[in-house]
């Protein structure tokens, strides 16, 4: 429920915080204290439309916020916590309006989208007035409430999900047999490319592999000749170890007969020589690991060029040949088999259909039933809203053809406010304030199913006094005990009835004397029963208002 509202220049509005308990609260006050700014602002607080003009002129902004208290298991819960809102505790909207006419939304603390705050409100707040009532504009409305009415909801999500599964069967057995249709259309060209594919067995990596081999094998093809050409040098008929071997011998003889003149010589050309035979071990290595076969790159060149051959072909980059393989390989299976999966899925689009066509159809049947129990209970709370000659019908119209997630039925409240007229749509036939009357038996009727924890009523007892007022009152009384309702009233009876009461009342602002705010105040026993004495009188407060209002609080 509602348990505070925070309002900060706002129209008339300063300064306003509320405290808000469970039953029946009422807001009484003259004609242009302020009572609608009070909903505009509360409005304003679950997602309703932002208008610059809300703020308190000579402000640039204004914020409402609203905390409600709601059991962990509340679809708002749920639906913030989809939206990633953290919802622990209490759940605080609040709107920050600027004159710009730009807004804010956060819950918890937390930047919403306006929208999901909207969605959010809808599920904690109705705001009911005659000329704004939403719960009877909608057919879909409609059908929710029976359904609520008749404890059907869940078996009407039961068949939303049916409903899917055979939707969801039959787009697989559309997509396939257009698939199989079109697959037909090209099989000879499918074929073909499934053959040249496996013919040619692209692999993942291929391309880069072979790409590196031929680098490899081109590299040592150009070096090749060097080193062929130095291995000729050091061991064919130019070598110079032959020379060098010969003069070192002839020095080594020559040695003995000059004693120290050419030992360093011949051991430099001994080293020399040494070196040069490891020159030729090395060479000759070189040249082992430069050999290829010639016939290798060529393969090598030849397998590149297939495969880059058929990437241009299908349009993909060679690593995606063996992807495309697959498809392929898959799309021709599909065509092969094609015949048999597509009576697996129509088959499935039957069973499918069959369990929703049951489900339908029974649901259908326990909507009828529930619709003439429905009209039958708010029929009952007619006469003593002075509708005693008015009809109340729930029209439910089943068409199989029509079949959506809610099931095959459309439901529409029907009236008839007088005998001898046509009856019709509620929402075309019942004037404002009997439609304020029919929405309230309706609320009376469904007590707390398929409605949100706070109800407002705004103004619904204008044009009607008397025994109307103190059944309109009665009835409030009654919702109250399993919601919460706050009721804008012009009319005692209906005050006097409340657990709380709230005086909205004009006077001197407090940042400006000179200037004008709304103020609402809780009111105790004795300034209530003036109050009520007033609605009773008017302007001029008598002891026979007094007494009056005394009694209809004693009575209550």
């Known amino acids: 429920m509602l348990v505070q509202l925070s309002i900060r220049d706002i129209v008339l509005i300063e300064r306003l915080d509320l405290g808000f308990s469970a039953g029946l609260s009422v807001l009484t006050g003259e004609t242009g204290a302020g009572k609608s700014i009070l ?16 703020v308190r002129h000579g402000e640039d902004k204004g914020q409402v916020t609203a905390v409600f208290d709601v059991p962990l298991h509340h679809p708002a819960r749920a639906l913030l916590k989809e939206n990633g809102v953290d919802d622990d505790g209490d759940l605080i909207f609040r709107r920050v309006q600027s004159a710009d006419g730009r807004t804010r939304a956060y819950v918890n603390d937390q930047p919403v989208s306006v929208q999901l705050m909207r969605q959010a409100g809808q599920h904690l707040v109705e705001i009911h007035g005659q000329h704004d009532d939403r719960a009877l504009v909608d057919t879909a409305a409609h059908r929710l409430l029976l359904d609520a009415f008749a404890g059907l909801s869940d078996e009407a999500m039961a068949l939303g999900e049916l409903y899917r599964r055979w939707r969801e069967a039959e787009r697989s057995f559309k997509t396939h047999k257009a698939k199989v249709e079109a697959a037909a259309r090209e099989a000879d060209y499918l074929r073909a490319c499934v053959e040249e594919l496996e013919a040619l067995q692209p692999a993942d990596g291929e391309e880069e592999d072979l790409a590196e081999r031929r680098a490899r094998m081109q590299k040592a093809e150009r070096i090749a000749g060097d080193i062929a050409e130095a291995s000729e040098f050091l061991n064919g008929q130019a070598s110079p170890v032959p020379m060098i071997a010969s003069l070192m011998r002839r020095l080594e003889r020559k040695s003995g007969e000059a004693p120290g003149l050419l030992e360093d010589t011949v051991t430099l050309l001994g080293t020399a020589l040494d070196t040069l035979s490891s020159a030729q071990m090395e060479v000759e290595a070189a040249l082992r690991r430069t050999e290829f076969d010639p016939r290798e790159l060529e393969r090598v060149e030849e397998r590149l060029f297939a495969l880059r051959a058929a990437s241009r072909k299908y349009a993909v980059a060679v690593a995606d040949l063996p992807a495309l393989a697959v498809k392929m390989i898959a799309d021709l299976a599909d065509l092969d088999a094609g015949e048999e999966k597509l009576g697996r899925l129509e088959k499935a689009v039957q069973e499918t259909k069959a369990l929703y066509d049951a489900a339908a159809r029974s649901l259908s049947a326990k909507r009828l039933q529930a619709a003439t129990a429905l009209a039958e209970a708010v029929m009952a709370e007619l006469p003593a809203l002075k509708l005693e000659r008015a009809r109340f019908m729930v029209e439910v119209t089943s068409d199989a053809s029509n079949a959506s997630a809610d099931g095959i039925d459309l439901v529409e409240f029907h009236v008839q406010t007088n005998p001898g007229t046509r009856p019709g749509p509620i929402m075309k036939v019942a004037s404002g304030g009997e439609l304020s009357r029919f929405l309230l038996a309706l609320k009376v009727a469904l ?13 619904i007892d204008t044009g009607v006094g008397g025994a109307v007022a103190d059944a309109i009152g009665q009835r409030l009384k009654r919702l109250s005990e399993r919601v919460q309702v706050l009721s804008v009233t012009h009319a005692p009876q209906v005050a006097a009835r409340a657990a709380t009461h709230l005086l909205i009342s004009k006077g001197p602002a407090e940042k400006a004397a000179d200037k004008i705010a709304t103020r609402v105040a809780e009111i105790g026993p004795d300034h209530r029963r003036e109050e009520i004495a007033r609605m009773l009188a008017g302007a001029s407060v008598t002891d026979e208002a007094r007494a009056a209002a005394a009694k209809l609080l004693a009575g209550h």
């Not at 909903?39 to 809300?54: E, V």
């Not at 007590?447 to 103004?459: C, I, K, N, W, Y």
């Open 447 to 459: 007590a707390d199913r398929g409605s949100a924890p706070t109800l407002v009523f705004d103004e």
């Open 39 to 54: 909903l505009d602002s509360l409005s304003l607080a679950l997602g309703g439309r932002g208008d610059g003009g809300l």
